[in-house]
T-cell receptor, first 111, second 112 residues
Framework: GQQVMQIPQYQHVQEGEDFTTYCNSS?????IQWYKQRPGGHPVFLIQ?????EVKKQKRLTFQFGEAKKNSSLHITATQTTDVGTYFC???????????FGKGTLLTVNP | DGGITQSPKYLFRKEGQNVTLSCEQN?????MYWYRQDPGQGLRLIYY???????QKGDIAEGYSVSREKKESFPLTVTSAQKNPTAFYLC???????????FGQGTRLTVV
């Protein structure tokens, strides 16, 4: 089945530095979702991108969907310790409700 | 309270025993999902269901079984055929027409 590849697997930053995680697919995605999982918690939905070239912002978080709809990125500006967690991209392909996740990027922030 | 309830939070079983993990939702969501999470592996889809009495295999269905007799319930059975059952299991649900999936708190299964 369709897979989304996510890089990097881990990222450690100093508080205040920026952070970016990337999600790539070999095939065109109908949409892309992003989730955050805090340590010891469960994934929580952040956003969905649907349109080619779409850019959405949530405070310090910027989400992009590539023009070819084969890649996506999540960028955090000026990280804070509250940003710690694993960020997942996910593909909800077509009309069959199948929701497939990437392996995630674990972000740790040094205060 | 509305939400997804997984029980129990921690579960211990002896090798060779089947075990059933509970997932109940009172959100009136059509779709439900089971994922397995291992360190460094992300969330791997085991089974999913779009409607009552129908379900599809995900990417790692071998050694697992599910049922969807009621809209609110989607129990997962980890059978003795599952070679490495120790993991964190997450259940999720999603309403029709809405992209967001809502997750339960998870069940951490340890097989000894």
């Amino acid at each position: 089945g369709q897979q989304v590849m996510q890089i990097p697997q881990y990222q450690h930053v100093q508080e205040g530095e920026d952070f970016t995680t990337y999600c790539n697919s070999s095939t065109t995605l109908s949409n892309i979702q992003w989730y955050k999982q805090r340590p010891g918690g469960h994934p929580v939905f952040l956003i969905q991108l649907v349109k080619s070239g779409e850019v959405k912002k949530q405070k310090r978080l910027t989400f992009q969907f590539g023009e070819a709809k084969k890649n996506s990125s999540l960028h955090i500006t000026a990280t804070q310790t509250t940003d710690v967690g694993t960020y997942f991209c996910a593909d909800k392909g077509g009309s069959n409700y199948k929701l497939t996740f990437g392996k995630g990027t674990l972000l740790t922030v040094n205060p | 309270d509305g939400g997804i309830t997984q029980s129990p939070k921690y579960l211990f079983r002896k090798e060779g025993q089947n075990v059933t993990l509970s997932c109940e939702q009172n959100l009136n969501h059509d779709a439900m999902y089971w994922y397995r999470q291992d360190p460094g592996q992300g969330l791997r889809l085991i089974y999913y269901s779009q409607i009552v009495n129908d379900f599809q295999k995900g990417d790692i269905a071998e050694g697992y079984s599910v049922s969807r007799e009621k809209k609110e319930s989607f129990p997962l059975t980890v059978t003795s055929a599952q070679k490495n059952p120790t993991a964190f299991y997450l259940c999720a649900s999603s309403p029709r027409g809405i992209p967001e999936a809502f997750f339960g708190q998870g069940t951490r299964l340890t097989v000894v």
